[in-house]
């Protein structure tokens, strides 16, 4: 045993095991609530885990950097996770393939919807120019939005934010939401998750089923490519 | 097992080689799901490639493994957050209101778009 537990805690803060298990756990935590709560949109997983471990980190005077040496191994499993998207696209091809033109329709209003909103909006509260920017392609996954964020000389740290709070807030209003709307057509839900919420509101909809769930990963991927190409056209036509 | 992890890890090798070599703007992910596709739907058509990680559900039941914890993986850059706090003091009520209502004006406008479509497509179908 150490004869100082500060040594021992000092040793340990700066290990990439003790912020992995961290992760992991709080993890393994939030998500056992939010099945004991049946998938209740206000147990979102995401959320709590973020705001525990984000007090955490605080508490400890923990900086970002010495946190994510050690949680690099799961953001690492983003991109072979979006491979995997092929599997359960492939088990539904049917179908998606009898729904390609609500999708491609769906796909342009919504990618539009989500820059110009934001765009507009961000303008109307009279936000600096480099916010607005950075808030622009916030309906796409974490690493594209913030590539697209760099191009326009914006700050990819706020855009990787403005993801995280859009999928989270996306996650938690869209059972709800689409319940109001008295709309019970999944693959419609869930494509409307994935292209507002991308990766966070897919995960919400594969809780919900799995229809929305492929419906979701077809349009958070497909959302992606095609606002890499709208945020600077709006971004020129918008703002000024 | 891993025979899966490395098949799912090489399609995204693959496509992050393509889209960097190609200078194309498609994150290499993107181009890995449509790689580990086209590998999925070539196995229907040629029954030799039913083997290793393409053969008795394996590739499928890693997939849908890393699939079933797919909020976990958002965590790490969700933290992030913590580095923002000063700007989030100073903009973030309005920040919070914007996202919101963007995402919700997003989420009514493709639905919505998706259901009419196709309802429209689904009459045209029906008329002989």
Redesign the interface.
Known sequence: MSDNPFSLWVYLSQSPLLWLTV??L??AVA?AVSLKTRRHPLA???LH??WI??VF??VTKTS?TT??AG??F??F???????????????N?RRVVA?I???V??LA??SI??IV??VL??KA?G?PRD?ILS?AP??V????AMGISESLHADP??T???????????AI??TP??NF?G?T?Y???G???G???H??G???A?QVDEVA?VFSGI?M?LN??IT??LVPLAVTLLVH | MIAS?SL??F??LI?EVAVRELAV??????V??????LL??GRDRFPALARGPLGNDG??S???A???????????????????LD??AD?GV??????????????????????A??SL?SRGEDKP
């Open positions: 992760t992991l709080t993890y998500d979102n997983p995401v885990s973020v471990i984000g980190l605080l970002y946190y994510f949680a690099q799961v953001h499993l983003l991109g072979p996770a979006t491979v995997a998207l092929a599997v359960p696209l492939y088990e091809r729904a033109l609500p999708m329709v769906a209003v919504g919807t989500a909103s934001v909006l961000a509260f936000l916010v808030l916030k309906s996954t974490a690493g594209v740290s706020l990787a934010v403005s993801v995280i709070l859009t999928g989270i807030m996306g209003v869209v939401l689409m709307t709309i057509d693959r419609a839900r494509f409307a998750a292209i507002a919420a990766g966070i897919t995960a919400r594969f769930g349009a991927s992606a490519l890499a190409l | 992890l799912i890890l399609c995204q496509g703007p498609v994150p290499g992910p993107v890995g799901l449509m790689l580990l596709l999925l739907l590739v499928e890693a997939s849908r890393m699939l079933a914890n797919l909020s976990l993986l958002f965590i790490p850059a969700g933290v992030g957050v913590v580095q923002k700007l989030l903009h309005a920040i919070l209101v914007i996202l919101a209502v963007s995402v919700i004006v997003t989420l009514l406008a493709t639905v919505a778009t998706f259901v479509a196709s497509i």
